[in-house]
């Protein structure tokens, strides 16, 4: 289910991020999810608790949500982890899991809902082995907090994170695909 | 530059919300432009150089 290949690239991954006030993140979030086209989703957050609370949050503005963290006994996280990957679901909000990476070819959005401290955590989230050339987007919801970590892990990863444009070109994370293909997930 | 109002304990804990939450219509460019990520880098890095560690 997860990576197995210790070479995670960013390659193929388009990287943005928006400044966002604490406060602002959902409001932020809910206009991602009208603004992008979403084959499947992955949102992380740092903290197990801020996992449930957000998915409740997004089941609430009418998205479908899964949310698996840490502290979920092993069996029911890999059943959601299972249905997500087979596609019951669009968007899944999780804690730190996968820690050789994401390795859903579905997933063409990343969101990181809360900023990671560290690059290596940073790198697990977004990258990708690079057997599959995945193309996708990255988006970071930054506070003025996150400055020194928004720093280091652009220094470390030898990566560049932009800022949010006003249209995000759907060539960089939107597969061509058929009319039925976009039909197969719930909103 | 917008400062933070909640502390890392309770961002930790919650998920404050704006009353707009409902409301697909971020903006974005505005927000961008609290953020000047220039000058900002230029003084971490001047923090860096003088010993300072921020994480």
């Known amino acids: 289910e997860i990576n197995l290949m210790n070479e995670l690239t960013l390659k193929g991954i388009t990287q ?47 998205y479908s949500c899964y949310y698996i963290h840490s502290k979920m006994r092993q069996e029911h996280r890999n059943r959601v982890f299972h249905d997500f990957r087979n596609g019951l679901c669009r968007n899944l909000v999780c804690s730190d899991l996968f820690t050789r990476g994401i390795d859903i070819q579905a997933v063409n959005v990343v969101i990181n809902f809360d900023f990671p401290k560290l690059s290596e955590t940073y790198l697990h ?48 994370y939107v597969a061509k695909q058929t009319a039925d293909d976009d039909n197969q997930y719930p909103r | 530059i917008v400062e933070q109002t909640s502390s890392p304990e309770k961002r930790s804990t919650q998920i404050d919300v704006s009353d707009n939450q409902d409301d697909k219509h971020f903006d974005f460019e505005t927000n961008l432009a609290l953020f000047d990520k220039q000058a900002i880098y230029a003084e971490i890095e001047s923090a860096i150089g003088n010993g300072e560690n921020h994480l």
Do not use: W
């Open chain 1, 125 to 172: 989230r977004i990258g990708r082995s690079g057997r599959f050339g995945h193309y996708g987007i990255a988006i970071s919801l930054i506070t003025y907090d996150d400055r020194y970590a928004v720093h280091q892990i652009e220094r470390e990863l030898g990566t560049e994170i932009q800022p949010i444009p006003r249209q995000i070109d759907p060539s960089l």
């Open chain 1, 16 to 62: 943005y991020y928006a400044f966002v006030q604490e406060k602002q993140k959902v409001h932020c979030l809910n206009t991602l999810f009208s603004k992008l086209q979403i084959n499947q989703s992955i949102i992380f957050c740092n903290s197990t608790q801020r996992v449930e609370l957000l998915a409740k949050k997004i089941t609430e503005l009418g």
